[in-house]
């Protein structure tokens, strides 16, 4: 049964909106192509980069990469500059696109020149071909403006290579991690999932034929390899060598996942198994086997919302983890502090009713401003019983802060999301597991 499913969820999870995409790239590409080249092409000079590059995006992606290929005597222009020629070419390239986009918020940032559309953002690199490097040179207005090498050509052809090996399993499953990263507010960078699940099927030949009957016993293997790496600063790109910067500790979290996973293999009947692997990579992997016409999210709850209007941030922003965010909650009894829940809950199993719950974030690295939002959700028979489900996701109050109150027995839980730019870049939950005793 588990084929069909893990099936469904690749297709759920596939760029829908890829006609748009194309028709941006090409508007895009056309520009500069007049400014730049003097033709009037729309595809000549231009190369998809990052994951949409790579083939291995999902639906949803908020930032798109390209690279726009320069003539080298512009290089040699801006090489010349004294005062930042990095910055100088940005400004050109930027001046050009807003030509063709005056009323879109365009920007030069570090290395690229950022186009921001309704419902997504395309980064593009102004880069000249350098044969001796066997890469891109691209400028960096950092520190001054510096000229540096990429090697996207030699990443996609790597990723590309393995994954003609690993009878396409490589990219289905760094799709479906970025479900899974998504889902569970995990701040890590595309490229360094592409990385990681290509040197998981480089260290075993295991999973190289199979197909999506065994993708079950290849999530409890793969996550258990994430969550016992080591910590590194940085990892090595495949194909280029190029680091992969690490701002993120991703281990914890994928050895909760390979739990999750051992337990979707054990367990006794489909309606769990299809549960707990929602619990892992959630709403886009499929509550049952349905025939879909298209390829397109299918977003049933697992209840059967009788008692609730739960809301879910993915029918309300794009979701692309970038940063991250960790609340908890100061719990108090008739006004006094009793711990901290996260604290306490390594101690008790339940929380009484009756306790107060101030639900704070504790750390946030999102850059200001940002947008937060909250959502409680109560679960269980008891909620159902008073039909209190809850689920509504609301504005924080400017205080970064969320008061609640256990008042009756189940497994709930509070939820925060960090909006910036129209995205959410952040999230965190915490469970609240309330007892029927005072």
């Known amino acids: 049964m588990s084929a069909p499913l893990f099936k469904q969820f690749r297709d759920n999870i596939a760029v829908q909106n890829a006609a748009d995409i194309s028709t941006s790239y090409a508007g895009i590409t056309k520009r500069l192509n007049l400014d730049f080249w003097d033709i009037e092409s729309d595809f000549t000079h231009r190369r998809q980069v990052g994951s949409y590059g790579r083939n291995t995006a999902v639906h949803g992606i908020s930032d798109l990469d390209m690279v726009f290929e320069l003539p080298w005597a512009t290089y040699e222009k801006y090489k010349a500059y004294t005062n930042n020629g990095p910055s100088q070419l940005l400004q050109a390239v930027r001046n050009s696109l807003l030509t063709r986009y005056p009323n879109t918020t365009i920007k030069g940032d570090g290395q690229v020149v950022c186009i921001e559309f309704s419902k997504f953002r395309v980064e593009v690199l102004p880069a000249f071909w350098d044969a001796d490097a066997d890469g891109y040179r691209f400028g960096d207005t950092n520190n001054g403006g510096t000229w540096k090498i990429c090697k996207p050509i030699q990443e996609i052809d790597a ?35 592409d990385t990681l699940i290509y040197n998981f099927f480089g260290q075993t030949d295991k999973y190289d034929a199979v197909s999506y009957g065994s993708y079950d016993q290849l999530f409890v293997s793969l996550f258990s390899y994430v969550g016992n790496l080591e910590h590194q600063d940085f990892w090595l790109a495949p194909g280029s060598g190029q680091r992969i910067n690490n701002k993120g500790k991703f281990q914890s979290k994928a050895k909760k996942a390979a739990v999750k996973c051992q337990e979707a293999l054990d367990a006794d009947t489909e309606k769990k198994k299809t549960k707990i692997w929602r619990d892992v990579f959630g709403r886009s992997f499929p509550s049952g086997v349905v025939k879909l ?24 922003f794009p979701v692309d ?27 008790f199993v339940w929380l009484p009713v009756g306790r107060g719950l101030r639900f704070f974030v504790e750390s946030c690295d999102v850059p200001a401003p940002y947008t937060l939002l ?13 039909k209190m489900i809850r689920g ?11 008061i609640e109150k256990t008042t009756f027995h189940g497994e709930h839980f509070v939820e925060a999301y960090v909006i910036k730019d129209g995205v959410c870049v952040a999230r965190d939950l915490i469970d609240v597991p309330i007892s029927e005793n005072v």
């Open 374 to 386: 909250w959502k409680v959700r109560n679960v269980g028979t008891e909620a159902e019983r008073r």
């Open 293 to 316: 016409e298209k390829a397109a999210a299918v977003y049933e709850s697992v209840n059967d919302n009788r008692y609730t209007t739960e809301q879910f941030i993915e029918d309300q």
């Open 392 to 402: 509504d996701i609301v504005l924080d109050e400017g205080k970064n802060q969320r």
């Open 159 to 193: 990723v590309n290579q393995r994954n003609k090996e690993t009878n396409r399993n490589l990219k289905h499953v760094c799709k479906m991690i970025r479900a899974w990263k998504n889902f569970n507010g995990v701040n890590i960078s595309g490229m360094l999932i």
């Open 321 to 347: 983890i970038q940063f991250d965010i960790e609340i908890n909650s100061e719990v108090t009894t008739n006004g006094q502090h009793t711990g901290h829940l996260r604290a306490l809950s390594k101690v």
